[in-house]
């Protein structure tokens, strides 16, 4: 079996388009020798409007932009595009390798051309799940410097080098071959057909989602008992925070016995309690936290107390 990593560039892309200029692919055996590398230059038939994954960002691609326009357009180089990722003897794999499928997707359609039809994986939830670090997505350039990979940017057919030599690493880091390392940690390869596309997975990516929903469920039963518990509150009447309307940064209220204790005592001073923090008078910080809600109350009129200042406030 042989290898095939794979980038595509993008002169634009947008939720419905995405007009391809790159192709770029290393083709090499299971020990990583290089067989094939190749640039696929294309007319995107548009303009270019170049931003990063996130539609942020400009982007410079190490290409002139002139030549895509001495190259055929997509549907030229769709037969060869498409018997390379769909051999059986292939493996196919890329960075983030959904947004490139997504590209295929919508540049077929775009050109009513006939679905791809391939099994594919991720070096990026390859890594992630080699580093048991699900905490948020690695680009390629982190994962290359963390693994003294070199390579060019943007340029397509190094970008798929440099996916090829990361997935190297980590079989060097585990001495195995890929299909062992994709075993060692139950990888599940994605899948398009039929202009569907199923995301790749691995053991390790299942079980961090499966603790976040836990976390998520436990979260949500500790949220309702406690605007349970403040709403069956009464505010004692001609007490000195009368009418003062208190809000916690949410680590303060998902700690009951402390978030309960404070809402008692605010309650026999006179005071309410409220999640919004435009609503209230005092936003109660807990010491390094920098959550949305902090942030808002921090851009707000809102008068910010530490917890041992809300102690000494309410006498406790």
């Known amino acids: 079996m042989n290898l095939v990593f794979f980038d595509i560039e993008c002169a634009v892309v947008r939720k419905t388009v995405a007009k391809i200029c790159a192709f770029g692919y290393v083709v090499c055996d299971e020990q990583f020798n290089i067989i094939k590398k190749e640039d696929i230059l294309i007319n995107p038939r548009g303009e270019f409007h170049l931003t990063d994954r996130k539609g942020d960002k400009g982007i410079v691609l190490p290409y002139e932009y002139t030549e895509f326009k001495k190259h055929p357009a997509f549907p030229k180089v769709y037969p060869y595009i498409k018997s390379l990722l769909e ?7 890329g960075h983030s390798t959904m947004n490139d499928v997504k590209y295929l997707n919508l540049e077929t359609k775009r050109f009513r051309l006939p679905s791809f039809k391939f099994s594919f994986s991720d070096s990026q939830l390859i890594y992630m799940t080699f580093m048991q670090d699900f905490s948020h997505q690695f680009g390629l350039e982190h994962i290359a410097k963390d693994l003294g990979v070199d ?33 060692l940690l139950k990888m599940c390869e994605g899948r398009i057909k039929n202009y569907a596309v199923t995301a790749p997975t691995s053991g390790g990516l299942k079980s961090h989602n499966a603790k976040v929903r836990e976390e998520k469920r436990e979260r949500s039963k500790i949220r309702t008992e406690f605007f349970n518990f403040v709403s069956r509150k009464k505010s004692k009447r ?6 003062k309307v208190f809000t916690f940064s949410r680590c303060i209220e998902d700690d009951l016995p402390v978030s309960k204790d404070l809402v008692e005592k605010i309650y026999a001073a006179g005071g309410r309690y409220s999640q919004h923090v435009t609503h209230s008078n005092f936003y109660v ?15 707000s009129d809102v008068k910010i107390v530490s917890l041992a200042e809300l102690g000494e406030m309410l006498n406790v």
């Open 238 to 243: 001609g007490a000195k925070y009368e009418g």
């Open 285 to 299: 910080k807990a010491d390094g936290d920098n959550s949305p809600r902090t942030q808002s109350a921090e851009k």
């Open 151 to 183: 390579f060019t940017p943007h340029r397509a057919a190094d970008d798929a080098y440099a996916t090829m030599r990361i997935v190297e690493a980590m079989c060097k880091a585990k001495g195995c071959n890929y299909f062992e390392l994709a075993k």
């Open 87 to 93: 051999d059986e003897n292939n493996v196919v794999l």
